[in-house]
């Protein structure tokens, strides 16, 4: 039986067809099958591990205030760090082999810093509660010496982050070339087109929740505390260029602990989640804010002609407004926030971290003032 020309072309065109839609198709799949897996492990991890340096941060300037001022809540914030952090640590040792650099930083070069770390940060809380203060004078700049060692692995970790997301979007771009292609081939035949299409925009749509997933909180939608670093390193490299001045926010919500055990963790969550509404409309038209943990947010304002204290105090009446009952939490019976605000003109000597300090300094100041306050830090 011969076959005619036009027929052994219907045949090719048929067999490409075929060839080329079984290739896509696992190829598509795979790509899809990919992101997902990012999604759900590769992302919630990369981001466990970015919170390595600012808990390790976050240890040193609660035991260097415990140390100057003996203050239990010190103690206990201290506790809750440590706990948040070999959590994080626990979580990172489920690090399979697909992302074997990350694993091989977090395992060779962070965990024993980290390790270490926490053996002199123990040492150094059991000298101060002994009252062994000479001690604990003398090493005092030990937990500084460690953060320093980290900080080149902290480095190492948020490029990883940055190549496992860099790796996802080429994935997305080489997906849509091959749908290009595979439309120029059977452009006589809609179906495959459409398929093609509808693929190409699943991926795209795949990508974009990716992207927006690794940088905002689940709870609240808002930016979360890696979203809050890049954005703080940014506008401090502007405010060095141009030299203008970086406000920070911190506000945490008073009593909430005790709300949690009075009303439930789902009401809790409903409380930040109307918080952070509250923050998005007030502060959100001047400034970024964020999640920065638990229970507590932050606003930047890197614009000069934007008053912070006037922004606070919109958000500290906004929360009022809400009228959210805390029954336990006398006198106000309400949810209220406390605000702590501090202002610095970047320089090679004014960090991040400074201006962080001074605001931690102050959102304590205004929870031993009585709470539901501002307090802005005095940087004389």
């Not at 795979?30 to 981001?47: H, T």
């Not at 081939?185 to 699943?202: E, G, K, N």
């Amino acid at each position: 039986m011969k076959f005619s020309a036009l027929q052994w072309f219907l045949m090719a065109a048929l067999f490409s067809l075929l060839f080329t839609s079984i290739w896509s198709y696992n190829a598509f799949s795979n790509i899809e099958r990919e992101n997902e897996r990012i999604l759900a492990e590769a992302i919630p991890i990369s981001n466990t591990a970015s919170q390595l340096f600012p808990l390790l941060l976050d240890q040193e300037l609660t035991v260097r205030s415990y140390y100057l001022e003996r203050r239990e809540q010190d103690f206990e914030r201290f506790e809750m760090t440590n706990v948040t952090l070999q959590a994080s640590l626990k979580a990172l040792e489920q690090l399979d082999d697909r992302d074997p650099e990350m694993r091989r930083i977090l395992q060779d070069e962070a965990m024993p810093i980290l390790q270490n770390t926490d053996v002199f940060y123990q040492q150094q809380l059991k000298r101060i509660q002994a009252g062994n203060i000479i001690a604990a004078q003398e090493n005092r700049y030990d937990g500084m010496a460690y953060i320093n060692q980290f900080r080149p692995v902290d480095v190492k970790i948020r490029m990883e982050i940055e190549q496992i997301i860099m790796e996802a979007t080429n994935r997305s771009k080489a997906a849509s070339s091959s749908a290009k292609w595979v439309i120029v081939i059977v452009v006589s035949i809609a179906v495959l087109i459409l398929f093609a299409f509808l693929q190409t925009f699943r991926l795209e749509r795949s990508k974009r929740a990716l992207i927006r997933r690794s940088l905002h909180d689940s709870l609240t939608g808002i930016p979360n505390r890696r979203a809050f670093d890049e954005h703080l390193e940014r506008v401090f490299e502007t405010g060095r260029m141009s030299s203008t001045s970086v406000t920070l926010i911190l506000l945490d919500v008073d009593a909430f602990k005790l709300y949690n055990d009075t009303y439930g963790h789902l009401k809790g969550d409903a409380c930040l989640k109307q918080v952070a509404g509250v923050l998005k409309k007030q502060a959100g038209p001047f400034g970024h804010v964020a999640r920065y943990g638990g229970e507590e947010f932050a606003v930047i304002l890197a614009e000069p002609s934007v008053d912070g204290e006037i922004i606070a105090e919109r958000i500290r009446m906004g929360i009022l407004e809400l009228n959210l009952p805390h029954e336990r939490y006398a006198p106000l019976c309400q949810v209220s926030v406390s605000l702590g605000m501090a202002t610095v003109q970047p320089d090679d000597a004014i960090t991040e971290i400074h201006l962080i300090d001074r605001a931690d300094m102050a959102l304590y100041a205004a929870k031993e003032a009585g709470k539901n306050q501002l307090v802005r830090h005095d940087a004389s």
